[in-house]
């Protein structure tokens, strides 16, 4: 007699029905149940390993979706998918080669496949690294211009394409000697964000194209633009602040730093640049209250930095010189001390702000 629970059928209709409740680890269950009744459920393979992919087991994903590969003969649409699904898993658990490899075999199958090309050219771009050349980049862009060229609207894959082609600009120089920027990695982030506005690693990036070119204020726009979509976001906030630095809008550039520390306490970097920041404020020499006050919260912000990382010798500078600034000149005089028992090249490189 057979029992009703131990055909496979039964396992795979209620483990959808988990699935749609979001109940992946039961869902699991299931089909670990049908596998057992019949190793060769390739259906059971592929679902069990979607199911650990919402539940963030990519690695145990991709071992599924490997056991799926299939032992009978099957469509090639359906192969393709397998393999599709199999790299994409390798994708996001940081297999770039593997992925690669599976990508082709979707390609071998179906050489219109965008995503295909997408996904193979993210993983190309990811196997770049800060000793890759010109040529390195080269088939990452070309898989994204086949997948554009295929389904032009995805925002994804010009922002890719954009982040590829700003990494080019590094081997690109003018007649003078003068790094190149991409312009055109700039169109691919306009139109990414004009599909879709609310990406901010697209406004982001765009942001730092136009740092490049030299349009500062634009840029500053840009990332504004990014803010408002990830209000907390660090990066951004720590990129807006030194970017205002440089044109001298101080006040604005101390407001990033200052809500990074708020967001971040153990924000060194953070630290170090709201310090800097309140010593560009001031001319510490003229002796009025407000210079001391503002280089007494210098100090405070130099002091934080040591806390968090004592061997910071610019830190350790800074603290000094505002010290001595403000009358403290034993303190002052430890500090540099300090300074050139860690690095003493610091000494020779640095210099101090509105000191004239």
């Not at 699904?85 to 071998?108: I, M, P, Q, R, T």
């Not at 990129?239 to 101390?254: A, P, Q, R, Y």
Request: hydrophobic fraction near 35%.
């Amino acid at each position: 007699m057979v029992i009703y629970k131990d055909v496979p059928d039964y396992y795979f209709k209620k483990a959808l029905a988990l699935e749609k409740l979001g109940k992946y680890e039961e869902a699991i269950e299931c089909y670990d149940k049908i596998l057992g009744i019949d190793p060769h459920a390739l259906n059971a393979y592929h679902n069990k390993g979607v199911a650990l992919e919402k539940l963030g087991k990519h690695e145990e994903a991709a071992k599924c979706f490997d056991k799926e590969k299939p032992r009978e003969k099957i469509s090639p649409e359906k192969e393709a998918q397998i393999k599709h699904d199999e790299g994409f898993e390798l994708l996001k658990s940081g297999k770039y080669e593997e992925a690669v490899e599976c990508f082709d075999n979707v390609l071998d199958i179906n050489p219109n496949t965008a995503s295909a090309y997408a996904c193979k050219g993210a993983a190309l771009l990811a196997l770049t690294d800060d000793n890759s050349g010109y040529e390195d980049y080269e088939p990452a862009i070309e898989c994204f211009d086949r997948a554009i060229e295929i389904e032009p609207d995805k925002p994804g894959v010009l922002y890719n394409k954009g982040r590829a082609l700003s990494q080019v600009s590094w081997f690109e120089f003018d007649e003078k000697g003068k790094r190149k920027v991409n312009e055109e990695a700039l169109e691919c982030f306009d139109k990414a964000i004009k599909i879709d506005p609310n990406d901010a690693r697209a406004n982001f990036a765009k942001s730092l194209v136009l740092k490049d070119l030299g349009r500062l204020e634009e840029s500053i726009k840009c990332m504004d633009d990014a803010l408002k979509i990830e209000p907390d976001n660090v990066m951004f906030l720590d990129f807006k602040g030194n970017t205002l630095v440089e044109i001298g809008k101080l006040t604005e550039s101390f407001n990033c730093f200052e809500k990074i520390t708020q967001i971040d306490p153990n924000n060194a970097r953070a630290w170090y640049n709201k310090g800097t920041s309140l010593m560009e404020h001031v001319n510490p020499y003229d002796g009025s209250s407000y210079a001391e006050s503002k280089m007494d919260e210098a100090i405070e912000c130099f002091e934080k930095v040591l806390e968090i990382d004592p061997n910071n010798a610019r830190a350790w500078y800074n603290k000094g010189t505002s010290c001595i600034a403000v009358g403290r000149a034993e303190e002052g005089a430890t500090c540099l001390e300090k300074t050139m028992e860690i690095d003493s090249t610091v000494l020779k490189k640095a210099h101090f702000p509105n000191d004239s």
